[in-house]
């Protein structure tokens, strides 16, 4: 007769245990005040009812007699870990572990389709961490902690929320509520699969992670959307990215940094969806050369009506990055980018020559102070000629003018900053 082995873990909620005889189930026992719950026990019910159709979720199996708890798949702990032994170099090399990208990438499909397939019953994952996924070293993944999800009653559409969460997995707009009264969305699963993904394939550096070490961490910095790789947070300069954490960027495929920069960066957040679980599997398929049916995600690029010119410092082959700020939208930047820093802006075909020396002007940005935003003409002799014409026909009162000007001042209309999928912009050695 099967009964309780010996014991496999404990947390919050209850102990597991191996159960005799059935190496490939285990049982999690509720403490007494958990049982004492009836809507814990209607959960699981709820959750055995609408299962999710996929082999890498240790799902509930069924209540036992006395509704002390319930029985689940049993992970292999020898051929299993948790995904921070993985994901962390340091970590392998300790529990002897070893991986290649293509397993790390094989992973992060993996989490991606587990994630999606339990969106598709109808339930929300919400705690996502890298302690609630387990991974072997051909790539396979189980999530497990299950029963911690938030999952909808498909008859009366009430939704048993999931009481827990990690901040540092947890999206801007969430920062701040409380897990146990906040209903849950996929889009914020979508956020945390991407931190899961960042640090599976970045060396387990967190995308949050920065030079400035501050209270409150990688949570402080979602909650201020000071992603290390957005343009305006790296001209800032104090939440610039470590030298291994942009080591790592510069070795990630550019599709896998576009789907980053759509989780992180607000200049694309804004514009953009967070990339879904399918999105995910498809890009990681064209990576590894696997077939795929989904075509790629490619955010609205500029198309130029004229060839793309080669690159002033390499000579290779540049492509269009759209410039919100520029007349003519776009600028030019080389493919290599941030190995070759090579733009070229058509705006400069437009621009005038200074009336105080002669020299072409530029198309700059004011970066402080109460014009910050605004653009104007600047002088290519700065700092020697300090001469500015102000973008709409207007000398522009400030960024080192020479006299006050007698013309009206420009509007103080904010203007953002040029956005791309790889650091490019033609504005990262301005003084200004």
């Not at 026992?29 to 999710?52: C, F, G, S, T, Y």
């Not at 990438?105 to 996502?128: Q, R, W």
């Not at 896998?256 to 498809?282: C, G, M, N, Q, Y």
């Not at 690159?311 to 980018?337: D, I, N, V």
Request: proline residues 9%; hydrophobic residues 30%.
């Amino acid at each position: 007769m099967a009964g309780l082995g010996k014991k496999l873990g404990e947390g919050g909620e209850g102990i597991v245990y191996a159960i005799t005889g059935q190496p490939s189930i285990a049982a999690k026992i509720w403490h007494r005040q958990v049982a004492a719950d009836p809507e814990v026990a209607r959960k699981i019910e709820l959750m055995i009812e609408n299962p999710v159709a996929s082999g890498s979720v240790a799902w509930p199996k069924r209540l036992l007699h006395n509704r002390a708890g319930f029985t689940m798949p049993r992970v292999n702990g020898d051929e299993y870990h948790d995904l921070f032994k993985w994901m962390n170099p340091a970590a392998r090399r300790i529990n002897k572990l070893q991986c290649g990208i293509a397993e790390l990438l094989t992973m992060t499909a993996k989490l991606a389709e587990a994630i999606g397939a339990i969106h598709s019953a109808g339930h929300v994952v919400g705690d996502i961490n890298e302690k609630n996924v387990m991974a072997n070293a051909a790539g396979q993944v189980i999530l497990v902690d299950c029963d911690s999800m938030q999952i909808r009653d498909p008859q009366t559409g009430k939704d048993f929320l999931c009481k827990k969460g990690r901040p540092e997995y947890t999206p801007p707009e969430l920062q701040e509520d409380r897990f146990d009264h906040r209903l849950r969305t996929k889009d914020y699963d979508s956020f945390g699969l991407a931190v899961l993904a960042h640090k599976l394939l970045l060396r387990g550096l967190h995308p949050y992670q920065s030079m400035a070490a501050e209270a409150g961490g990688e949570a402080k910095k979602i909650g201020e959307r000071r992603f290390p790789f957005n343009e305006t947070v790296r001209q800032e300069g104090k939440f610039r990215p470590s030298p291994n954490h942009l080591q790592a960027w510069r070795s990630t495929p550019y599709p896998i940094r576009d789907l980053f920069h759509r989780a992180f960066d607000p200049d694309w957040t804004d514009k953009h969806p967070r990339p879904e679980p399918e999105e995910w599997v498809s890009t990681i398929a064209r990576e590894l050369g696997l077939p795929t049916d989904s075509p790629p995600h490619d955010p609205p690029a500029p198309t130029p009506t004229e060839p793309a010119p080669r690159c002033p410092l390499c000579k290779g082959e540049m492509q269009a990055k759209t410039s919100r700020t520029g007349l003519t939208g776009y600028f030019w930047s080389c493919r290599k980018y941030p190995d070759c820093r090579g733009t070229i802006n058509p705006d400069d075909e437009l621009a005038p020559d200074c009336e105080r020396c002669g020299k072409k002007m530029v198309r700059r940005q004011a970066r402080r102070g109460v014009n910050a935003g605004n653009t104007f003409w600047g002088c290519r002799g700065y700092p020697e000629c300090r001469h500015t014409i102000d973008i709409s026909g207007g000398e522009y009162p400030g960024a080192g003018n020479e006299q006050t000007p007698t013309r009206a001042a420009p509007s103080t209309r904010r203007v953002s900053r040029p956005s791309s999928a790889s650091w490019s912009s033609n504005e990262s050695d301005l003084p200004f």
